[in-house]
T-cell receptor, first 115, second 109 residues
């Protein structure tokens, strides 16, 4: 069990640029989640996948945010035309799918800073 | 939609017992989870309640009352290393998880 891996750990970019983050879940986990967290807040749900199927997503992902998990293993989160308000920690988590109560294992996150 | 309420801050001394409450409003409720997050770290899973009652895991216990839309996390024999943020999270039967804004626990000597 190597844990959930996220890349990069930090990303600094100018407003208006596109960014893409990668998440590699724990290998036997077929659920994968993306969250966004800002200081003093809890993780904000963005989307989740079961295998390669995106089953639930927040309204955020209908605009500049998109996520994929093409082969049911790693996932990418893309933000297009970044805005200053996108500055946050982006967290990925994975879990087994035996039930909805399975613990989610989080990666260390990608910290995005928009200049 | 979903909403959760938990206290923003709690302070206690080493060796004491502290209870962090969580009330929620949601549709499609499946269960309530608790996570711990140290400054600069990732959230780590502590406990889960799918049914009413108490779940005990070492020094930590969690309780759920579905009829009251209420749960709590109980931390016993507090240690300095327990200083962290604690989040309750509602799991729905659609697979979505909604987290509260967290309770910052400060343990003093």
């Amino acid at each position: 069990d190597t844990g959930v891996s996220q890349d990069p750990r930090h990303k600094i970019t100018k407003r208006g640029q596109n960014v893409t983050f990668r998440c590699d879940p724990i290998s036997e986990h077929n659920r994968l989640y993306w969250y966004r967290q800002t200081l003093g807040q809890g993780p904000e749900f963005l989307t989740y996948f079961q295998n390669e199927a995106q089953l639930e997503k927040s309204r955020l992902l209908s605009d500049r945010f998109s996520a994929e998990r093409p082969k049911g293993s790693f996932s990418t989160l893309e933000i297009q035309r970044t805005e200053q308000g996108d500055s946050a920690m982006y967290l990925c988590a994975s879990s087994r799918s035996d039930s909805m109560g399975q613990p989610q294992h989080f990666g260390d996150g990608t910290r995005l800073s928009i200049l | 939609g979903q909403s959760l309420e938990q206290p923003s801050e709690v302070t206690a001394v080493e060796g004491a017992i502290v209870q962090i409450n969580c009330t929620y409003q949601t549709s499609g409720f499946y269960g309530l989870s608790w996570y711990q997050q140290h400054d600069g770290g990732a959230p780590t899973f502590l406990s889960y309640n799918g049914l009413d009652g108490l779940e005990e895991t070492g020094r930590f216990s969690s309780f759920l009352s579905r009829s009251d839309s209420y749960g709590y996390l109980l931390l016993q024999e507090l240690q300095m290393k327990d200083s962290a943020s604690y989040f309750c999270a509602v799991n729905t039967n659609a697979g979505k998880s909604t987290f509260g804004d967290g309770t910052t626990l400060t343990v003093k000597p």
